[in-house]
C-alpha cells in the first residue's frame, strides 16, 4: 500500500464513531471487498463497518435484508466498447448468484435496453430469469423510452406503477421509491421529474414517521454531476425537499457507467457502474459516449451493486463490486496481508 | 507553332464551356454559400450536431446521419419534424418548404441541440 493511500484511508477513519473497527480491521474489510467501497450509512455519517463477518449467517434475521443494484445493461449495445453486452450481463447475474446472501430482491435502475426493441427486452429478462431473486424492481432509462414513449417499457415492467412508471413499495420497514426522470425531456435540458410526479411524490411520503430508511432510485442522477452532459435533474431539488426530513435517506442511480457517490446531510447519493460499457469521468473525454478499454480491462469497470440493510443501525451498506476481481488493485486492498 | 496553337486553342475552349456548363448547372451558387443547396447535410457525432447551426434555402432537404456510436434522434421543438431514432449510420431527412427557424434537439440527450436556419 502506498503512503498516499495510507494517508487517505487514516483521513477518512478519523471521524470513526466507536464501532470497534479500527484501522487493522478496517482495512481487512477492504481487502474482503477488494476494488469495492465499503460505506454505511448511518444518520447520514459514513461509518465503515466490518459487516463482512458473519454477514452471511445473520442475513433475515430481525429484519435485516440485502438487495443488489444493476443499472445501465443496454441490451442490443454491440459497438467496440463491449461487443458482446449479453454476455457482461450474464457474468454479472452469475457474480449475483455466487453471494452469500442471496438479496431480496434486484433492482435495475435504467437502461435496460439500447433501443429499446422487443428483442432486447426479450434477451434481458431471458438471461435475468437465471438470476437467485426472483424479484426484480426496474425504472425504465432514456434508451428504454424509445418507442412510443416508453410504452413497450411500461407494458413489460411497469404494472401497478403510474405515470411513466413511478411506484413506491416496502420491504422490512424500508421505503423504497422508483421514480422516472427520463420521459419528456427538454431541449438544452437534463433529466426532469415533471410536475405530475412530484406531486405524487409528496403525497407518497406524506405521514410516514422520519425515522423510516427512504430509498429513492431513477435512472439519471438525482444530483448535479456534471451539467454539459445532461448528468443531473432539472427538478430534483423540489423532490429532496421532500426528503429532507427522514433520518436516512440513500438515492440510487445509473446512467453515467462509473460509482459518484456524495453525502449531504442525512442524504447518500450513489451512481452504479454499467453491466455493458463505461464511460468517461466528467470533462475528461469531449463526450458522455461508451469509453473503450483494453479487452482484460473490461470486466474491471463493469460490476453490480449490493446494498445491505442493517436494522440496528437502521443503516444501509453499500459496497461496489466489479464483474472481475483484480488482484493487484492500487486502491488499498492490497494482497489481503492486512493491515501494515 | 500551327499544331500546338490549335491545341491550345481548343483546349481552352474546352475549358471555357466546362467553366460556362459548371455554372451553369448550380442555380443556386449566387444565392448561398452553400456549394449545392438543394441539398445540406447534418453529421450527428460525439453527442453534436454538426454543423450546429446551418443555413438552407427555402425547398432545401437536410439529411441528419448519425456517425456516432450511440443513437440520437432530431426532433423539433416546435413539432416541424421528428426522425425516429437513428442508430449509428442510420439518416433523417427533412425538406424545407417554409422560411423560418427551426430549433431542434436529441430527444434521447436533449443537452445536444442545433438549429436550421431557412432563408
Known amino acids: 500500500m502506498t503512503d498516499k493511500n495510507k494517508d487517505l484511508i487514516d483521513q477518512k477513519l478519523q471521524d470513526l464513531n466507536n464501532d470497534g473497527v479500527d484501522r487493522r480491521g478496517f482495512l481487512k474489510c477492504m481487502a474482503w471487498a477488494g476494488t469495492g467501497l465499503v460505506w454505511t450509512m448511518s444518520g447520514g455519517i459514513p461509518v465503515s463497518r466490518a459487516f463482512a463477518k458473519g454477514h452471511g449467517k445473520d442475513a433475515g434475521k430481525g429484519g435485516d435484508f440485502s438487495f443488489v443494484q444493476i443499472s445501465d445493461s443496454h441490451i442490443g449495445f454491440n459497438k467496440p466498447a463491449n461487443p458482446d453486452v449479453t454476455a457482461t450481463l450474464q457474468t454479472a447475474i452469475t457474480k449475483i448468484n455466487a453471494m452469500p446472501h442471496k438479496p431480496d430482491f434486484i433492482i435495475h435502475t435504467g437502461d435496460l435496453s439500447q433501443l429499446s426493441k422487443p428483442s432486447e427486452f426479450d434477451t434481458l429478462d431471458q438471461v435475468l430469469k437465471g438470476v437467485s431473486a426472483k424479484q426484480i424492481y426496474y425504472v425504465p432509462g432514456e434508451h428504454d423510452m424509445l418507442s412510443d414513449n416508453g410504452e413497450q417499457f411500461l407494458q413489460r415492467y411497469g404494472k401497478g406503477t403510474k405515470g411513466s412508471g413511478w411506484y413506491s413499495f416496502d420491504q422490512k420497514g424500508v421505503h423504497f421509491v422508483g421514480l422516472v426522470n427520463v420521459a419528456n425531456l427538454k431541449a438544452g435540458g437534463m433529466g426532469s421529474l415533471g410536475h405530475e410526479q412530484l406531486e405524487w411524490l409528496e403525497d407518497d411520503l406524506k405521514g410516514r414517521s422520519a425515522s423510516t430508511p427512504i430509498v429513492l432510485f431513477a435512472h439519471i442522477p438525482l444530483w448535479t454531476i456534471y451539467p454539459d452532459w445532461g448528468w443531473g435533474t432539472d427538478d430534483s431539488e423540489q423532490a429532496l425537499s421532500y426528503v429532507k426530513r427522514f433520518g436516512s435517506v440513500t438515492v440510487l442511480n445509473g446512467h453515467i457507467h462509473q460509482i459518484m457517490q456524495k453525502v449531504e446531510g442525512k442524504v447518500s447519493f450513489h451512481t452504479a457502474m454499467s453491466t455493458a460499457f463505461p464511460q468517461p469521468a466528467p470533462g475528461t473525454a469531449s463526450s458522455a459516449g461508451p469509453m473503450k478499454v483494453p479487452a482484460d480491462q473490461l470486466q474491471r469497470v463493469l460490476g453490480i451493486t449490493d446494498v445491505n440493510y442493517l436494522v440496528s443501525g437502521r443503516s444501509l451498506a453499500v459496497v461496489d463490486s466489479p464483474l472481475a476481481d483484480s488482484g493487484s488493485s492500487v486502491s488499498g486492498s492490497g494482497s489481503g496481508a492486512g493491515g501494515r | ?119
Not at chain 2, 432537404?61 to 437513428?86: A, C, M, R, Y
Open chain 2, 1 to 119: 507553332m500551327k499544331r500546338n496553337s490549335v491545341w491550345v486553342a481548343s483546349f481552352t475552349a474546352s475549358v471555357i464551356i466546362a467553366i460556362v456548363l459548371l455554372v451553369a448547372g448550380s442555380p443556386s451558387v449566387t444565392a448561398s454559400e452553400q456549394p449545392s443547396a438543394a441539398n445540406a447535410a447534418v453529421n450527428i457525432d460525439n453527442f453534436v450536431f454538426g454543423p450546429q447551426t446551418i443555413t438552407v434555402p427555402v425547398g432545401a432537404t437536410v439529411t441528419w446521419t448519425n456517425k456516432d456510436d450511440i443513437p440520437h434522434t432530431s426532433v423539433s421543438t416546435e413539432g416541424v419534424f421528428k426522425s425516429k431514432v437513428l442508430d449509428t449510420d442510420e439518416k433523417f431527412s427533412y425538406t424545407f418548404t417554409k422560411a423560418g427557424t427551426y430549433p431542434y434537439y436529441c430527444t434521447i440527450h436533449p443537452k445536444m441541440t442545433g438549429k436550421v436556419v431557412v432563408q
